[in-house]
C-alpha cells in the first residue's frame, strides 16, 4: 500500500510542480501588473508636473486646445457624479439584498437573484442610451432644469450600473450568516426588523462593505454612460446646485481627448496626469474600506470569541 | 487522439490544455503573397494636411482605389500648414487645406521651383441650430459669439422667452469647434482670445447636439451643415447688424453668402497631369460629391465628364 502511493506520488510529481508553479506565477503576474500600469501612468502622466505650472494645473479653467489646464473641475465633476450614485445607490442595493436574503418568499428570490444577474450584465452604453433618450428629457421637464444632460442625470445611470453588484455580492454575505444568530435573535424577543438591523446586517458587514466599494469602483471608472449624459461642462462644482447642472468627468475627459491627442505633448502628459489622480483615488477608497472591514473583523472576534 | 485523451489523468490533460494553447503562437506558415510578380505597376499619390479634410480625403481615396486597384493613394492629416509645408518641399503630391495658401509659403513655394494650383474641393458651413419651440429666427455673428462667450445668458435679452439659455458645443477635438472659435467665437479676429463659457456643453457627437436641441427650448447649438436634421430649426444669420440675414444651404454657401462657412482646398505643387490631374478631375464627378455630402461637407458645383 505505501509502495504503490510512493509511486503514485512519483508519477504526479511532475504535472505537480508545474501546475503549483503556474497558480504562483499568476498570482506573482497581478501585482507585477499593477506595478507595470503604474509606472506606465508615472512615465506618461508626471512629465505633465513639469511641463505645466502648477497654478495652471490646479486652475478652475479646463480647456487643453488652448492651454488651460485646470483639472480641478474635472476632480470635482467625479467625486460629486460618484457621491450621488453612492447616495442612491448604497440604501436601494443594499435594501434589496436584505429583501432578497431575509424577506422575500422562496418564489420571488427564484426570480430576482437571476434578474439582478441580467441587469448586471448590461453594458453601459446600453444605459447611456437610455439616458440620453428618456431620462435627461424627462429630468428637465419633470425638474423644470435649463438642460437634462447634469450630474445628477449620471448619478442616476451610475446607480443603476453598480446597485446589481451591491445587491449580488452583499446578499451573497447576508446569505452567509449562519442561521443560528437569527433564532438566538427571534428567541430573545427581537423582531424582525430588529435581527436584521441589530443582529444579520452587522454580522455580514465585511461582505456588504466590499458589495459597497465593488459598486462604486465600477461607479468611479464607468466612462460611457456618463460621457453622454453629464454635458462634459468643465465646471467647478460649488455645492449642491452642482448636482443639477452639467459637469465633466475625469473619465470622460481621457475617453473623449486621448483619441485626438498628439504623442507626447504637454495636452497627452496632462491627461495621463489626470490618471494618476484617478488611480490614486481608487486606491485610496481600497484603503480605507479594506482598513475599515479589517478593523471590524477584530473586534468582532474579540466580541464573539 | 480521443483514445489516448480517455486514457489519461486529469491532471496530464490540464498540462495538455495549457500546451495547447502556447501552440498558436508557435506555429508560422510561411504565408505571404509573393508581390513582387504583380502584373501591374503601382502608382502612388501622397496626400498631406488638413485635419479638418482628412476623413474626406481618405474616404474619396478608398473608393478612388476600389475604382483603380493600380493606383494607391495614401493620407495623412497634421494641419493645414503641415500639408502645405510639404508640398512646397515636395514631399507630397497634394496638400489639403482648410484655408487658402499665405503669402509667404507661396513665396516659399514659388523660390523651390513649385507653382501652386488650388482646387475648391469642397465646402464646409456651420448651421446654427435651436429647437423648433424657440421663437427666435435669426442672429449676427456678434450675438452669436456674445451667447457663447457668456456675456449673453437668457433669450429675452434677444426678445426671445425668458429661458435660460443652454450652450452646446462639439468637443474640444473636433474641426468644427476649432473653426467656431476662431471665425463665429472670436469673429475671426486673430488677436482676440475669448474662450468658450465654462458652462458650454461639451457633446461628443453630432448627434447628441441635434438629440439635445430638438426637445430642449433653452439650447443653442451648431453643427456641421451636412448633419443638421429637419427636426431643429436653423437660424438665418447676418454679419452684421445692418447686413441681410441668410439661412445656410447649399446655394447660399457656394454663392458665398452665409457668413460660417469656408473653402476646403486641394494644392498641387504645378499643373496636375496623368494619374494625379484623372484624380483630381474625378473629385469633382457626382460620385466624389456625394461623399461630400455624407461626411457633413457642402458639396461644390460637379462637372461630370460627358
Known amino acids: 500500500m505505501t509502495t504503490r502511493s510512493t509511486t503514485l506520488r512519483n508519477r504526479f510529481k511532475l504535472p505537480e510542480t508545474l501546475i503549483t508553479r503556474?497558480?504562483?506565477?499568476?498570482?506573482?503576474s497581478a501585482i507585477l501588473f499593477v506595478v507595470l500600469i503604474f509606472f506606465f501612468l508615472a512615465t506618461e502622466g508626471l512629465p505633465?508636473?513639469?511641463?505645466?505650472?502648477?497654478?495652471?494645473?490646479?486652475?478652475?479653467?479646463?480647456?487643453?486646445?488652448?492651454?488651460?489646464?485646470?483639472?480641478?473641475?474635472?476632480?470635482?465633476?467625479?467625486?460629486?457624479?460618484?457621491?450621488?450614485?453612492?447616495?442612491?445607490?448604497?440604501?436601494?442595493?443594499?435594501?434589496?439584498?436584505?429583501?432578497?436574503?431575509?424577506?422575500?418568499?422562496?418564489?420571488?428570490r427564484e426570480i430576482l437573484k437571476p434578474l439582478v444577474e441580467i441587469l448586471a450584465g448590461l453594458p453601459s452604453v446600453v444605459l447611456g442610451l437610455i439616458g440620453v433618450r428618456v431620462l435627461s428629457s424627462a429630468f428637465r421637464v419633470s425638474f423644470d432644469l435649463p438642460t437634462g444632460l447634469t450630474a445628477f442625470t449620471g448619478s442616476v445611470l451610475l446607480a443603476a450600473i453598480s446597485i446589481p453588484t451591491i445587491i449580488s455580492v452583499s446578499e451573497d454575505a447576508l446569505d452567509a450568516v449562519p442561521r443560528?444568530?437569527?433564532?438566538?435573535?427571534?428567541a430573545l424577543g427581537a423582531t424582525g426588523w430588529q435581527t436584521i438591523w441589530r443582529v444579520t446586517l452587522p454580522a455580514a458587514r465585511s461582505g456588504v462593505l466590499t458589495a459597497v466599494m465593488l459598486g462604486l469602483g465600477r461607479a468611479i471608472g464607468e466612462t460611457m454612460a456618463v460621457m453622454m449624459v453629464t454635458g462634459n461642462a468643465p465646471v467647478l462644482p460649488g455645492g449642491l446646485s452642482a448636482l443639477f447642472s452639467p459637469t465633466r468627468t475625469m473619465t470622460a475627459t481621457i475617453a473623449s481627448e486621448m483619441g485626438e491627442v498628439a504623442n507626447g505633448s504637454t495636452h497627452y502628459h496632462v491627461l495621463f496626469f489626470i490618471g494618476i489622480v484617478?488611480?490614486?483615488?481608487?486606491?485610496?477608497v481600497n484603503i480605507t474600506a479594506s482598513a475599515v472591514v479589517f478593523r471590524q473583523r477584530r473586534r468582532a472576534e474579540r466580541v464573539l470569541g | 487522439m480521443y483514445?489516448?485523451?480517455?486514457?489519461?489523468?486529469?491532471r496530464r490533460l490540464t498540462v495538455i490544455f495549457f500546451l495547447l494553447l502556447c501552440l498558436p503562437g508557435c506555429s508560422s506558415t510561411p504565408n505571404q503573397r509573393g508581390d513582387e510578380n504583380s502584373p501591374q505597376q503601382v502608382e502612388y499619390i501622397e496626400n498631406k494636411g488638413s485635419d479638418t479634410i482628412v476623413n474626406l480625403a481618405l474616404a474619396w481615396a478608398e473608393r478612388y482605389q476600389e475604382i483603380h486597384p493600380e493606383i494607391s493613394i495614401s493620407v495623412s492629416g497634421g494641419g493645414s500648414g503641415t500639408g502645405i509645408a510639404a508640398l512646397v518641399n515636395g514631399t507630397t503630391d497634394i496638400a489639403n487645406a482648410s484655408r487658402k495658401?499665405?503669402?509667404?509659403?507661396?513665396?516659399?513655394?514659388?523660390?523651390?521651383?513649385?507653382?501652386?494650383?488650388?482646387?475648391?474641393?469642397?465646402?464646409?458651413?456651420?448651421?446654427?441650430?435651436?429647437?423648433?419651440?424657440?421663437?427666435?429666427?435669426?442672429?449676427?455673428?456678434?450675438?452669436?459669439s456674445?451667447?457663447?462667450?457668456?456675456?449673453?445668458?437668457?433669450?429675452?435679452?434677444?426678445?426671445?422667452?425668458?429661458?435660460?439659455?443652454?450652450?452646446?458645443?462639439?468637443?474640444?477635438?473636433?474641426?468644427?469647434?476649432v473653426y467656431f472659435l476662431e471665425e463665429v467665437l472670436r469673429l475671426g479676429d486673430d488677436e482676440n482670445k475669448t474662450l468658450f463659457s465654462t458652462d458650454t456643453l461639451l457633446l461628443p457627437s453630432s448627434e447628441g447636439i441635434i438629440e439635445e436641441v430638438k426637445a430642449n427650448p433653452h439650447a443653442i447649438g451648431y453643427d456641421g451643415l451636412?448633419?443638421?436634421t429637419p427636426e431643429v430649426k436653423t437660424i438665418a444669420v447676418a454679419r452684421s447688424p445692418e447686413g441681410e440675414y441668410i439661412l445656410p444651404s447649399a446655394a447660399t454657401v457656394n454663392e458665398g453668402t452665409y457668413p460660417i462657412a469656408r473653402d476646403l482646398y486641394m494644392y498641387t505643387a504645378s499643373q496636375p497631369e496623368g494619374t494625379l490631374l484623372a484624380y483630381l478631375e474625378w473629385i469633382f464627378t457626382s460620385e466624389a460629391q456625394a461623399i461630400v455630402e455624407e461626411l457633413g461637407f457642402v458639396p461644390v458645383p460637379v462637372s461630370d465628364p460627358g
Open chain 1, 180 to 186: 443560528s444568530y437569527r433564532d438566538a435573535a427571534l
Open chain 1, 278 to 284: 484617478l488611480f490614486l483615488i481608487s486606491l485610496l
Open chain 2, 226 to 228: 451636412g448633419y443638421v
Open chain 1, 22 to 28: 503556474l497558480i504562483t506565477i499568476s498570482g506573482y
Open chain 2, 3 to 10: 483514445g489516448i485523451i480517455r486514457g489519461m489523468n486529469p
Open chain 1, 48 to 108: 505633465a508636473l513639469r511641463e505645466v505650472r502648477l497654478e495652471n494645473l490646479f486652475s478652475e479653467r479646463w480647456y487643453p486646445i488652448e492651454e488651460y489646464f485646470g483639472i480641478l473641475p474635472l476632480i470635482g465633476g467625479s467625486l460629486i457624479v460618484t457621491i450621488g450614485a453612492a447616495l442612491l445607490a448604497v440604501p436601494i442595493g443594499i435594501g434589496t439584498a436584505i429583501y432578497i436574503a431575509e424577506i422575500s418568499p422562496r418564489w420571488a
Open chain 2, 101 to 144: 495658401i499665405k503669402g509667404e509659403e507661396l513665396e516659399a513655394a514659388i523660390e523651390n521651383g513649385a507653382e501652386p494650383v488650388e482646387f475648391v474641393v469642397a465646402r464646409d458651413a456651420i448651421a446654427i441650430i435651436v429647437c423648433p419651440e424657440n421663437p427666435i429666427e435669426r442672429l449676427t455673428l456678434e450675438q452669436i
Open chain 2, 146 to 177: 456674445d451667447i457663447y462667450s457668456g456675456r449673453i445668458n437668457n433669450w429675452q435679452e434677444l426678445g426671445g422667452d425668458d429661458r435660460v439659455i443652454v450652450r452646446l458645443s462639439r468637443e474640444t477635438n473636433s474641426g468644427t469647434h
